[in-house]
């Protein structure tokens, strides 16, 4: 293991160590929430970036407050549509020095509808190129559109504190009723056997030739009147032990962004790619999510399972391209909030 944070006696931090460290704070990439704002259209052949901050694969990179970069953006033709991209475009060459750009990609000029170019999908630390999409910009003729926003806006830290919680409301509700139901049953059957006691009770003291049995009669409900009051009384415990539960909720227990390839073919070929690793204790959920995805690859579908701490996760696609397809996921584990904390309900 290597330290980071420690006195070595010769300098050993390094870029990646601080990538590391913003991937395992923030996760996703995008723009970092207070210091963006929105670029602007100049005129039909300039696209201008205001002062921002991103993080694209744990790299940070920002344009300065009170600067600007102008961004050249080739003339429209009547008729015509088409859409280019905006990139931030992370390079290192053969002395290992690295630089974030932005890059306009050109997309194709149609008449009907156009589609976005494609940009280099790769991995920070494994390939010399990298492109993070920021927005795309439209132009219809020679119209320049406002540029559309690709990358999220990451919350900050007191933000992300908040979105612990990932029960639905509706499925809290649905929980509690279930169990509010069952409270109800077992104090109507009380409430009947309470009843019943009384009835006997009654024909014991008017029929006193029968006192005997009526006796026994009243003695056996209220014997049940009791098991009902104890049914009762445990699930009003099981109604305060599922509210703990809502109220617990569940929570994201890691992040992480994980690679697949896919088989190349001339025509589409449907491969599946699987995948091990560890979760944290607890985790008993795995969300997959599309971040990256290569020209001439489609996702189909995943799936995974979980066996003690170790996730099986498998990602389908369908590939046409003459080379080997990739598919680059956001896999979010997710646990009980009270697993994590060793908390007892």
């Not at 976005?116 to 920021?134: C, E, F, H, Q, S």
């Not at 926003?149 to 990451?154: D, R, V, Y």
């Not at 994980?258 to 449907?270: H, R, V, Y």
Request: hydrophobic share 40%; charged share 20%; with cysteine.
């Amino acid at each position: 293991m290597k330290i980071i944070t420690g006195k070595t006696g010769k300098p050993h931090v390094t870029s990646a160590d601080d990538r590391a460290l913003n991937m395992a704070a923030w996760g996703n990439d995008g723009f970092l929430s207070g210091r963006y704002s929105e670029p602007q259209v100049v005129d039909a052949n300039t696209m201008r970036i205001m002062p921002c901050d991103i993080l694209f694969q744990g790299c940070h990179a920002r344009i300065l407050p009170g600067e600007y970069e102008d961004m050249a953006i080739e003339s429209g033709a009547a008729g015509y549509n088409r859409i280019d991209r905006i990139v931030a475009r992370y390079t290192i060459d053969d002395d290992g020095l690295e630089a974030m750009t932005l890059v306009v990609i050109k997309g194709d000029a149609v008449a009907d509808s156009p589609t976005k170019p494609n940009y280099v999908v790769g991995t920070i630390g494994m390939d010399r190129i990298a492109d993070m999409p920021l927005w795309t910009v439209p132009i219809t003729g020679f119209t320049v559109g406002d540029p559309v926003a690709e990358a999220p806006i990451l919350p900050c830290f007191e933000d992300k504190a908040g979105l612990r919680d990932v029960y639905t409301a509706s499925e809290v509700d649905e929980r509690i009723q279930v169990v509010e139901n069952d409270v109800q049953s077992a104090f109507n059957v009380a409430s009947r056997a309470m009843n019943e006691a009384s009835d006997a009770n009654n024909i014991a003291k008017n029929a006193l030739s029968d006192a005997g049995a009526a006796n026994d009669r009243a003695e056996d409900a209220y014997s049940t009147a009791t098991s009902a009051s104890k049914k009762a009384d445990a699930n009003e415990a099981e109604l305060v032990k599922v509210t703990k539960i809502a109220c617990a909720g569940r929570v994201i227990s890691k992040a992480f962004s994980q690679k697949f390839t896919f088989t190349e073919g001339s025509l589409p070929i449907e491969s599946t790619d699987t995948q091990t690793f560890t979760v944290p204790a607890g985790t008993n959920a795995v969300i997959g999510v599309v971040k990256s995805i290569s020209s001439g690859c489609t996702f189909k579908a995943y799936d995974y399972t979980i066996k003690d701490g170790t996730c099986t996760f498998s990602v389908t696609a369908s590939n046409e391209a003459p080379t080997k397809g990739s598919i680059v996921m956001v896999l979010i584990c997710i646990a009980p909030a009270l697993a994590m904390t060793g908390g007892v309900v």
